[in-house]
């Protein structure tokens, strides 16, 4: 498993060493750092450097293994994002990206690192609601990908007419779902951060009933938001989560 050196570990579109806050965003599923490119120059503006993370196994970092356990994936990534901790920040994950920043704040907190302002855990179902779907990272390759399609809509048209781009993509997306699908909760004290947990109406799969129970997490706020569309409804609402993110830190940021 490759633990290179931190800057491979974050995509920074628009680098701002003067910023007063920031915010971190973790990928969903198969995606990389780039989902966020377009994040970073609308916050630019209001002073609000952002910085994706990048996981092995895509992108830039096609040519290493992607991580496939929770357990070994979170150590090494808040000793990444450790540093950039020093200043006031926010916290954004979607889908198993959402779980993926949850665990990284507590073991933040275990290294006595400060928690982010709010965590926005987007498109995820509360980490201690069973799970009542089938796994998805140990079918074959061709059940995966109609599986994944029909349940999140997740994979473009374009990719299923090119067999060397899914080949390119389905390792770190069969890798990501490995970390989700065997993650397991372990109940410890609530966060002492706000969490904010969004999600799309027409998300047949992170319901009400799913999302509430972020609520029992923080020892803090904790608020719901929900917009127009399925799983994927961050891309089309970007502008008014963007709004939301920028209000959060603008007290901190004037």
């Given at each position: 498993m490759s633990t290179s050196s931190a800057p491979a570990w974050f995509s920074v579109p628009v680098p701002n060493a003067q910023a007063a806050t920031r915010v971190i965003c973790v990928p969903y599923a198969g995606a990389?750092?780039?989902v966020y490119h377009t994040w970073a120059r609308a916050l630019s503006v209001a002073g609000i450097e952002v910085r994706s993370v990048q996981l092995p196994g895509r992108e830039n970092r096609l040519r290493e293994v992607p991580f496939?356990?929770?357990s070994t994936l979170i150590p090494v990534l808040a000793e990444q994002v450790a540093p950039w901790t020093d200043r006031p920040y926010l916290l954004f994950g979607h889908s198993m990206g959402a779980l993926v920043s949850f665990e990284l704040v507590r073991e933040l907190g275990r290294r006595r690192r400060p928690p982010p302002v709010t965590l926005y855990v987007s498109g995820a179902t509360a980490p201690q609601v069973p799970?009542?779907?089938s796994l998805l990272h140990i079918l074959p390759d061709d059940a995966l990908v109609r599986e994944v399609s029909q349940r999140?809509?997740?994979i473009p048209q374009e990719v299923f007419k090119h067999q060397e781009l899914l080949e390119l993509v389905l390792p770190a997306l069969r890798a990501d779902l490995t970390v989700m699908e065997t993650?397991?909760?372990k109940a410890e004290p609530p966060l002492p951060c706000a969490i904010t947990a969004l999600s799309g109406t027409g998300d047949a799969r992170v319901t009400a009933?799913?999302?509430v129970p972020w609520g029992a997490l923080t020892a803090s706020a904790f608020t719901t938001q929900w917009f127009d569309g399925d799983h994927f409804f961050l891309h089309d609402h970007r502008d008014a989560i963007l709004n939301r993110l920028r209000a959060a830190l603008d007290p901190i940021t004037l």
């Open positions: 990389g750092a780039s496939t356990a929770m799970r009542d779907d999140y809509q997740g993650y397991r909760y009933e799913k999302i």
